[in-house]
Structures are given as structure tokens and as C-alpha cells.
């Protein structure tokens, strides 16, 4: 059974930086893409980045470019989202996804993924 864990929310103020981690488990993690979404209150869920299964690509949204950072260790089967410059537009309840096709195409469709976490909230006060 996969299982999908994300780590690493919290209470930060306007200007902090925030690492949230995903934790696969219940197959090999290292064939994999993994997608980062987020939903703020109100809002649909909406795509933050993506990287392929061993790391040569990313994608971004263009709300997060230059701040938010993903990558990924294979070995601990982990990725991770590194946010600097956080905003209060970014608070949201942060997801991390991976889709049900090994060495897929990298995707910021929602519907690409398959198995997703329960999400971290990160709060940003101005």
C-alpha cells in the first residue's frame, strides 16, 4: 500500500523560509515524478512544482518561481519543497503527490497524480 506523508508545515511570518518534506513508502520511490499542490482557504487546489523521477527537471508555478526550490534524495525516499521569501498569499495547505505511472511525463495537472498525503498547513502572517 502506498502511503504519502508530508512534513515541515507551520507558523511563519512574512520574509521567513519553510522546508516541507513528502515520504513515500509501499513501492520504489526512485521511479517516480513528485508534484507539490496547494489550497488556500476558499480556493481550488492549485499545482506549485514538480520533479521528475531522478531529479533532472522541475516544473514551477509561476506564483512561486525564484522562491520555492523542489528536490529529492532516492535514497531516503523523500522530496522536498524549500520556500524562502514567504508571503501571506502563500498560506495554504500544502500536498505532495505522485503519480500511479513509473517515468512519466513531468505534469502540473492535478489529475496526473495518483496517490497524494493528507497535507501540512503553512501559515504566513504579515
Known amino acids: 500500500q502506498v502511503q504519502v506523508l508530508e512534513t515541515g508545515g507551520g507558523l511563519v511570518q512574512a520574509g521567513d523560509s519553510l522546508k516541507l518534506s513528502c515520504t513515500v513508502s509501499g513501492r520504489r520511490f526512485s521511479m517516480f515524478n513528485m508534484g507539490w499542490f496547494r489550497q488556500a482557504p476558499g480556493k481550488e487546489r492549485e499545482f506549485v512544482a514538480a520533479?521528475?523521477?531522478?531529479?533532472?527537471?522541475?516544473l514551477y508555478a509561476d506564483s512561486v518561481k525564484g522562491r520555492f526550490t523542489t528536490s529529492r534524495d532516492n535514497g531516503a525516499s523523500t522530496a522536498y519543497l524549500e520556500m524562502i521569501s514567504l508571503a501571506p498569499e502563500d498560506t495554504a495547505i500544502y500536498y505532495c503527490?505522485?503519480?500511479?505511472?513509473?517515468?512519466?511525463?513531468?505534469?502540473?495537472?492535478?489529475?496526473?497524480?495518483?496517490?497524494w498525503g493528507q497535507g501540512t498547513q503553512v501559515t504566513v502572517s504579515s
Open positions: 503527490a505522485t503519480p500511479r505511472t513509473p517515468y512519466s511525463l513531468l505534469s502540473q495537472s492535478f489529475g496526473e497524480y495518483f496517490y
Open positions: 520533479i521528475t523521477w531522478n531529479g533532472g527537471r522541475t
